[in-house]
């Protein structure tokens, strides 16, 4: 069983940054950020495969980047340049597969209980 905590959400004002961190229970072959704002379906934010290969949906692209410390089975969400519609409930998430599946934000199947981000204009 893999056990996933969120940890560094909170509010910012638009233009700031945060960083957001997800403790694991083991090795993953493919992690992930996910969010889910009021009203919106759930979308894919960011992942990273065992290889370090990441992944980027094209709302974030240039503002957020994703990191993991092997050492400490940590993964990270840098999130710079923030702007109101980012604001949502960020969960991490972890996988079986690395590759495409990874990257295109499937059969994830593990989750964290989800951390609020607020950015406010």
């Known amino acids: 069983q893999v056990q996933l905590v969120e940890s560094g959400g909170g509010s910012v004002q638009a233009g700031g940054s945060l960083r957001l961190s997800c403790a694991a229970s083991?090795?993953?072959?493919?992690m992930g950020w996910f969010r889910r704002a009021p009203g919106k379906e759930r979308e894919g934010v960011a992942a990273?495969?065992?290889?370090?290969?990441?992944s980027y949906a094209d709302s974030v692209k240039g503002r957020f980047t994703i990191s993991k410390d092997n050492a400490k089975n940590t993964l990270y969400l840098q999130m710079n340049s923030l702007k109101s519609e980012d604001t949502a409930t960020y969960y991490c998430a972890s996988g079986p597969f690395s590759g495409s599946y990874c990257y295109t934000f499937k059969f994830y199947n593990y989750w964290g209980q989800g951390t609020q981000v607020t950015v406010s204009a």
């Open positions: 083991g090795s993953l072959m493919c």
């Open positions: 990273i495969d065992s290889r370090g290969i990441t």
